[in-house]
């Protein structure tokens, strides 16, 4: 009889996923990045799996497929909070006083200004460059949605509204 380990059905959703998005690109010569984007945007995160198996169905090495990953900084190779808070640092969002807002969200949080995951993984945060929405500025991401025209203080309230009771 074979048993099942109960991450299977996961990683077979997974690479179903990752089947899509590779056979989207089957054609294109050199679609690596927006295969790894699109990877990333859909488990995530790219586990040491996904690589692997990227790498395999493109036929390139670890090695390869790895180097591009730890390249570009838009990678992610841990797993992220269940909330993702993007705070822009571009220009229009610095002046605004984006240095503020990050310190509070962080300080809130209990990390560090520099970011990162929360220890119950309920939170990640990261620094952006511009998110293209200067108008709105200074602006924070939180799970695609779009809080903008923030000081500290708004920044924490929205924060607060996503946080699980305790
Ligand atoms: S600088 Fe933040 S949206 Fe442009």
Redesign the pocket.
Known sequence: MVTKTKAEPEQASERARLDKIINKYRKQKGALIPILQEAQDSLGYLSEESLFYIAKATKRTLAQVYGVTTFFTQFRLEPIGEHLVRI???????V?G?EDIDATVCGHLGLSEEGGTTDDMEFTVDKV???????????MIVDGVAHGRLNADRARKVIKGYQKEK
Do not use: E, M, N, Q
């Open positions: 822009c640092h571009g220009t229009a969002c610095h605004g984006a460059v511009c998110v293209g929405a200067c108008s709105l500025a200074p602006i």
